[in-house]
């Protein structure tokens, strides 16, 4: 199945109230309505968390959007996830042409999906497997050691081997990793 | 329990701090508020970078602004990280210094964990205003790039020189120099050089696009006795007293050290040049100690590098640029006085290549004669270090690439008069020598087939006349490479200056047969047949050196006619 009917699938199921959240809170599309990107059953789910304004969740973009592309071939469904409540619809669709996104964006005003992916960063990735289990959350790499401190080339691909051990039918070796960025609680509305 | 210890004893500080402050208003206990407590601090401290249009990532100039980074503004601020500022508090004074006292920390982390209040918003504190377009005015002279350079959107850091040509007119005396870009987002640091050899004017036409890669500067140099550096957050700065003269029709070289972004991005610069009205009253020169035979084995954490010079007359020191690249750890730069007292000049406690900086003295550091300056840096060449550039780590020698290793410390100082800047020179020019040779010796280590390294590591033998030494290289270098006529050339000279004019002849027959144009093998081939009386090869190698070098024509006449005198 393409990306496309995978989204469009996931917009009708949103639609018709499966939204799954349990304490009330959601997450919206663009178009401000709520959406549940892991009602779809795809055989893989890929949050990203990013933040416009933060410098290495934009250095990442490049990768992240290849990522999406060579996973989208095995059924993965990437989503980007804007965790700061003061962003508008525009001015993600702004930031989306800005870095060449291609891949569905997500407002996360109330830290729904910041709660369930365990996110405490900008970026940061989580893996859910088929059933919608959190199966991994943290860097997407580990070219950042921590503010202003990289490596010249990551020696792990976390994000990477998080998927491939997904679509394997396996856990990923490493669950948790720590992410280096933009820290999401300081995002309040 | 040690972490709330911790907290109870910096509460306990603050309450000592409050009642030091005898202000009634404050209430020890009192969480601190933005407008009254916070404010103050970032809007002089962070704001001058993270503002609209500054180069740092995010505006610090509302309350809101602050408040979505703050757990993280607590945290960069306790590692000090940011503001970011190298060298360590007491270890010298300098201009522009941006450190956040103890007290200002704690400040904020109290903030943070009390909540970021905002306190009463209307009594903000002013944001300090800044100029849009050049700090210090309008320039006399402003030089830019014709077109920007597309840095692209992800990769490793990149190292570029752009070639700015200097209109023809002048020479000036220089008092400020203003470095201005529009995406000061995306570099890290800058350095200004010039040229006038054209010869990265050449390097720059022979690459795609504007500038041309790497780290070489290849003949430019600092204006004499300057270093021109930029950083983001640096003021510009107005120095009349030690104005520098910029030649006219020369080439400024901008070196831009540029991290990509996530997309491209257009780079583009402007240098502003400030006249002053005349020449300096004081000419300052540079020093550079370093070691060019660093040599580091693969694993070693804590190689240790050492170098020193005492200076033969008094200077005041004006600035210091302390180098080296990802591997560098520790520095500590210092003057041994001849009264047995140490002066300290710079000590970074971690150095961070992406946060060199050049630095300027609050008040100019005096020396006297006998003082010896002494620079120790240590590298950590492990796989512990994650700067490393190398993964598994590798034997790290000294070179101009970034994953090469540099440990250098470039100190302005101001001497009394010209004749102590002369002595100084002298003095200076032997230990620049011998460093020269290390360095040249250190390259051929790890490559030992560079004929032009062995072609100048011989050129810098002769200069210190160690000529079996010299003789050693050149043979090498022409073995290497057998049409390298000027290495030939140069070899002749140094054979004839050993009365060895037979070895000479054979060398400058090899270079103009290899290079049939060159005229100054075909002139030093016409005095060498001269010497050994062979008049009628001599008088033909003349006029061949006189027909390829049109402008030499006549002096080569009058020294026709000066040997044919003898």
């Known amino acids: 199945m393409s990306l496309r009917y995978l989204i469009a699938a996931a917009l009708l199921l949103a639609a018709a109230g499966l939204v799954l959240f349990h304490d009330g809170a959601n997450a919206f599309d663009l178009d401000g309505r709520p959406f549940d990107p892991l009602a779809t059953r795809a055989a893989a789910t890929a949050l990203i968390f990013v933040g416009p304004d933060c410098p290495i969740s934009n250095r990442y973009a490049p990768e992240i959007q290849r990522l999406s592309a060579r996973y989208e071939r095995d059924g993965v469904l990437f989503f980007l996830v804007y965790p700061d409540p003061q962003l508008s619809s525009a001015s993600i669709r702004q930031h989306l042409a800005q870095f060449a996104y291609e891949l569905p964006a997500l407002r996360d005003p109330q830290h729904a999906l910041v709660d369930l992916a365990e996110a405490g960063a900008t970026p940061q990735a989580a893996v859910f497997d088929g059933a919608g289990a959190l199966v991994y959350s943290g860097r997407i790499d580990d070219r950042y050691i921590d503010f202003g401190k990289q490596r010249p080339t990551a020696r792990t691909h976390d994000l990477d081997e998080a998927l491939q051990a997904t679509l394997a039918g396996r856990r990923p070796a490493t669950a948790r990793t720590p992410a280096v960025g933009c820290y999401i609680a300081d995002l309040k509305e | ?127 300090p205003e800044f100029s849009e377009g050049w700090q210090l005015g309008t320039p006399d002279l402003v030089v830019a790039m014709d077109a920007p350079y597309l840095l692209p959107a992800e990769g490793a850091d990149q190292f570029r020189n752009f070639v700015l040509p200097v209109p023809g007119d002048g020479p000036r005396y220089i008092e400020a120099v203003e470095f201005q ?158 009264d047995g007292r140490r002066e300290w000049l710079i000590r970074i406690e971690e150095w961070d290549f992406n946060w060199q900086d050049d630095y300027r003295y ?10 010896t300056i002494v620079m120790e840096y240590t590298y950590d ?6 700067l490393n550039p190398h993964d598994p780590p590798r034997r790290i020698f000294y070179g101009l690439q970034s994953s090469d290793e540099m440990g250098d410390m470039t100190m302005q100082v101001v001497p009394r008069n010209d004749d102590d800047l002369k002595t100084l020179q002298q003095h200076y020019a032997r ?43 050149f ?62 090869a001599a008088k033909e190698h003349f006029s061949h050196a006189a027909r390829l070098r049109p402008e030499m024509a006549e002096a080569i006449h009058r020294q026709l006619q000066r040997l044919q005198l003898h």
């Open chain 2, 181 to 338: 870009t529009d995406n000061a987002s995306v570099i890290h640091h800058a350095v200004m050089m010039f040229d006038r050899s054209g010869a990265a004017r050449k390097h720059d036409a022979r690459e795609e696009g504007p500038g041309f890669d790497g780290m070489v500067f290849g003949q430019a140099q600092g204006p004499d006795g300057h270093f021109l550096g930029w950083t983001p957050g640096k003021q510009a700065y107005r120095d009349p007293a030690l104005a520098w003269k910029l030649e006219p029709a020369t080439d400024l070289v901008v070196q831009l050290h540029m991290l990509p972004s996530g997309r491209p991005e257009n780079v583009a610069v402007r240098v502003g040049f400030y006249y002053a009205d005349g020449p300096p009253q004081r000419t300052p020169a540079l020093l550079r100690l370093g070691r060019k035979d660093i040599d580091i084995a693969a694993g070693d954490a804590d190689y240790a590098l050492r170098d020193a010079f005492t200076l033969p007359v008094d200077v005041d020191v004006v600035g210091i640029y302390p180098h080296a690249h990802y591997l560098g750890k520790r520095m500590a730069v210092y003057a041994d006085l001849p």
């Open chain 2, 1 to 127: 329990m040690q972490i709330r210890l911790l907290r109870r004893a910096r509460g306990l500080a603050a309450l000592l701090l409050a009642l030091c402050a005898c202000q009634p208003a404050a209430r020890e206990d009192a969480v601190p508020t933005f407008s009254r407590d916070i404010a103050p601090v970032v809007f002089a401290n962070c704001v001058p970078c993270h503002r609209a249009g500054g180069p740092g990532p995010f505006p610090f100039t509302t309350y809101d602004e602050v408040v979505d980074h703050a757990g993280q503004i607590a945290e960069v601020t306790a590692s000090r990280y940011m503001p970011p500022w190298q060298p360590a508090a007491d270890y010298g004074r300098f201009v522009g210094e941006r450190r956040l006292t103890d007290a200002q920390i704690d400040l904020i982390a109290r903030w943070v964990e009390g909540g970021t209040p905002a306190g009463d918003l209307t009594q903000l504190p002013p944001l």
């Open chain 2, 381 to 386: 060449n492990s796989a512990a270090n994650p």
């Open chain 2, 475 to 536: 043979e090498r270098c022409i073995q290497l490479q057998p049409d390298y006529a000027e290495a030939r050339v140069n070899y002749a000279i140094a054979l004839s200056a050993a009365r060895n004019i037979k070895g000479a002849i054979d060398q400058l027959y090899a270079a103009v047969s290899s290079q049939p144009d060159y005229a100054d093998a075909h002139f030093n081939l016409a005095m060498a047949l001269f010497q050994t009386g062979q008049q009628a």
């Open chain 2, 431 to 473: 230990k620049w020598v011998a460093q020269e040779i290390q360095g040249y010796q250190t390259m051929l280590l790890q490559d030992s087939t560079h004929a032009e390294n062995h072609h100048t590591l011989a050129m810098l033998y002769l200069r210190t006349r160690q000529s079996t030494q010299a003789q050693k290289h």
């Open chain 2, 362 to 371: 609050a008040e100019p550091v005096a020396l006297p004669r006998g003082a």
